[in-house]
């Protein structure tokens, strides 16, 4: 099964930027679709980013376009996230996420917070 550790969070000021990492292990990153999502308190959990398997396809909610990008690298086995221009927000706690496209079953990493300060 599939494993994910996320890490890159931290505590920034509005306009700054982070840079969130998926660690995959266990399963070629190839073999996925995978996203990003993010849970602030007492809201549900969205998802913000996304990207398919071999050409790597990617999409955004509204509220992360031009500021947000979603890549992966398939030699590192790894998700990325890079965030810009970050904004109060978008202050949540951030998920990776994996799943065999087309299915409901997803794999999900414990989660790193990301705090920005206005």
């Known amino acids: 099964q599939v494993q994910l550790v996320e890490s890159g969070g931290g505590s920034v000021q509005a306009g700054g930027s982070l840079r969130l990492s998926c660690a995959v292990s266990r399963e070629p990153v190839s073999s996925y679709c995978m996203g990003w999502f993010r849970q602030a308190p007492g809201k549900e959990r969205e998802g913000v980013a996304f990207i398919s398997t071999i050409v790597g396809t990617s999409r955004y909610v509204d509220s992360v376009k031009g500021r947000f990008t979603i890549s992966k690298d398939n030699a590192k086995n790894t998700l990325y996230l890079q965030m810009d221009s970050l904004k109060p927000e978008d202050n949540a706690m951030y998920y990776c996420?994996?799943?065999?496209?087309?299915?409901?079953?997803?794999?999900w990493g414990q989660g790193t917070q990301v705090t920005v300060s206005s």
């Open positions: 996420a994996a799943w065999y496209c087309g299915s409901a079953d997803y794999y």
